[in-house]
């Protein structure tokens, strides 16, 4: 496992959930004059939106000596744990392709979801892969490559009734990627599942149990080396996170995807001892608030004050386990240019002043900027802090200029 991972360098995204309450805002007159030569520094602290668990703050809470129950309730007060195993469609976002692609192996088997029959694939000499395709009525079909690609009628049938989905004897299988050079293996079943009734579409979608998915998803989202009670309280948010999409998502055919836009999740590559242990630890935990999963968001550095989520268990409040010496997103400074505002506003002329017109009011700098205003020597322009962000690839919207 890296030292850090894709996951941990950015924040886990937003999805979209009722806001309680809005955010405090603290208005501010702050007004930085935008040297002759264009460049500027901007400092700031953590990484992400900061809802929700700091994850090197988790890490800096093991290091100090606290358990997994006693992080969670730091950063998701008021939630409680409740139990539950259960299994959860997720969306394999690298196979862009209409059809299921997977390796030959002995055992396989193919499951028509519309008439709820297995059927199991033969050992033919010279086949490579299997896959679920569709036709151009939309139906699924079965077909095996030897040279070529021939297709295979399950009991002499032209198409299955419905969606396919493919399992194997070891209960893992190699998913070939597009372009056919590179595979990715998962546990459970692959499924060419339909967007839309009646679509000739295909979206590959793993199913399996919440736990075997957990194992795919801890290392992706924590390094595996870190302390046993940082990992067990990722493997508990992420288990969370996992269920109230679930939930939230019943309908749809599939509950949740594999990238940072939900939480990141890599099959069988990113199994380790150390995070499948963290999996095992808490089998079946996960926070409950109002007799429902939490929204447990986490991003990888609070900088040292959480922020509001909108939600009662996702508060504002100081960090103090955020700041330590393993952590290099705390604080940090980058380089800005002007050109790469006016460009994105050549409107307003030559950029002349920033103005920061409100913050959420909590620690250094008055904390997270929220609006600001670009004063150019034609027009001025309102954004909000987190376009500021994007704009310069800041790490987080609590900065300063200087």
Same mark, same amino acid.
Request: hydrophobic fraction near 35%; include cysteine; proline fraction near 4%.
């Given at each position: 496992?890296?030292?850090?991972?894709?996951?941990?360098?950015?924040?886990?995204?937003?999805?979209?959930?009722?806001?309680?309450?809005?955010?405090?805002? $603290?208005?501010?007159?702050?007004?930085?004059? !935008?040297?002759? +030569? =264009? &460049?500027? /520094?901007?400092?700031?602290? @953590?990484?992400?939106?900061?809802?929700?668990?700091?994850?090197?703050?988790?890490?800096?809470?093991?290091?100090?000596?606290?358990?997994?129950?006693?992080?969670?309730?730091?950063?998701?007060?008021?939630?409680?744990?409740?139990?539950?195993?259960?299994?959860?469609?997720?969306?394999?976002?690298?196979?862009?392709?209409?059809?299921?692609?997977?390796?030959?192996?002995?055992?396989?088997?193919?499951?028509?979801?519309?008439?709820?029959?297995?059927?199991?694939?033969?050992?033919?000499?010279?086949?490579?892969?299997?896959?679920?395709?569709?036709?151009?009525?939309?139906?699924?079909?079965?077909?095996?490559?030897?040279?070529?690609?021939?297709?295979?009628?399950?009991?002499?049938?032209?198409?299955?009734?419905?969606?396919?989905?493919?399992? $194997?004897?070891?209960?893992?299988?190699?998913? !070939?990627?597009? +372009? =056919? &050079?590179? /595979?990715?293996?998962?546990? @459970?079943?692959?499924?060419?599942?339909?967007?839309?009734?009646?679509?000739?579409?295909?979206?590959?979608?793993?199913?399996?149990?919440?736990?075997?998915?957990?194992?795919?998803?801890?290392?992706?989202?924590?390094?595996?080396?870190?302390?046993?009670?940082?990992?067990?309280?990722?493997?508990?948010?992420?288990?969370?996170?996992?269920?109230?999409?679930?939930?939230?998502?019943?309908?749809?055919?599939?509950?949740?995807?594999?990238?940072?836009?939900?939480?990141?999740?890599?099959?069988?590559?990113?199994?380790?001892?150390?995070?499948?242990?963290?999996?095992?630890?808490?089998?079946?935990?996960?926070?409950?608030?109002?007799?429902?999963?939490?929204?447990?968001?986490?991003?990888?550095?609070?900088?040292?004050?959480?922020?509001?989520?909108?939600?009662?268990?996702?508060?504002?409040?100081?960090?103090?386990?955020?700041?330590?010496?393993?952590?290099?997103?705390?604080?940090?400074?980058?380089?800005?240019?002007?050109?790469?505002?006016?460009?994105?506003?050549?409107?307003?002329?030559?950029?002349?002043?920033?103005?920061?017109?409100?913050?959420?009011?909590?620690?250094?700098?008055?904390?997270?900027?929220?609006?600001?205003?670009?004063?150019?020597?034609?027009?001025?322009?309102?954004?909000?802090?987190?376009?500021?962000?994007?704009?310069?690839?800041?790490?987080?919207?609590?900065?300063?200029?200087?």
């Amino acid at each position: 496992m890296p030292a850090k991972s894709a996951a941990l360098a950015a924040a886990v995204a937003l999805v979209a959930v009722p806001l309680l309450s809005a955010p405090a805002q $603290a208005r501010t007159a702050e007004r930085f004059r !935008v040297p002759a +030569g =264009g &460049t500027f /520094t901007v400092v700031g602290h @953590g990484y992400g939106h900061g809802h929700g668990m700091s994850q090197y703050g988790a890490q800096g809470a093991a290091r100090r000596g606290l358990s997994s129950g006693a992080i969670l309730s730091f950063y998701y007060p008021g939630t409680t744990v409740a139990t539950k195993v259960q299994s959860i469609l997720v969306l394999i976002t690298a196979d862009s392709t209409r059809d299921t692609n997977v390796l030959a192996e002995p055992g396989l088997t193919v499951r028509d979801l519309g008439s709820r029959t297995t059927y199991a694939l033969p050992d033919i000499d010279g086949v490579r892969r299997w896959r679920l395709n569709v036709d151009k009525r939309g139906e699924t079909v079965v077909g095996y490559l030897t040279g070529r690609w021939h297709r295979y009628r399950p009991d002499g049938l032209a198409h299955l009734a419905g969606d396919g989905q493919l399992r $194997a004897a070891d209960g893992t299988l190699a998913l !070939v990627l597009p +372009g =056919g &050079t590179t /595979t990715a293996t998962y546990r @459970g079943a692959l499924r060419g599942a339909s967007p839309t009734a009646g679509s000739t579409d295909r979206d590959t979608v793993n199913v399996l149990s919440v736990e075997q998915y957990l194992r795919g998803v801890v290392s992706a989202e924590m390094p595996a080396g870190w302390s046993p009670a940082a990992l067990q309280a990722q493997a508990v948010a992420a288990r969370t996170y996992a269920l109230f999409e679930k939930a939230d998502n019943r309908r749809r055919y599939y509950q949740i995807c594999d990238t940072g836009a939900c939480q990141v999740y890599r099959g069988t590559s990113a199994e380790y001892p150390s995070t499948d242990e963290a999996v095992r630890e808490t089998r079946g935990q996960y926070l409950a608030y109002a007799g429902r999963p939490a929204f447990t968001q986490f991003g990888s550095s609070s900088g040292g004050w959480t922020t509001d989520g909108g939600q009662p268990y996702l508060r504002a409040q100081a960090d103090p386990y955020d700041d330590w010496s393993g952590n290099p997103v705390h604080s940090w400074s980058r380089k800005a240019d002007e050109r790469v505002l006016e460009r994105r506003y050549p409107r307003i002329g030559d950029l002349r002043t920033i103005r920061i017109t409100a913050r959420d009011g909590n620690g250094d700098f008055g904390g997270r900027v929220q609006s600001m205003v670009l004063v150019g020597s034609k027009a001025r322009q309102t954004i909000s802090g987190s376009t500021f962000q994007s704009l310069l690839g800041l790490r987080s919207t609590w900065f300063d200029l200087r």
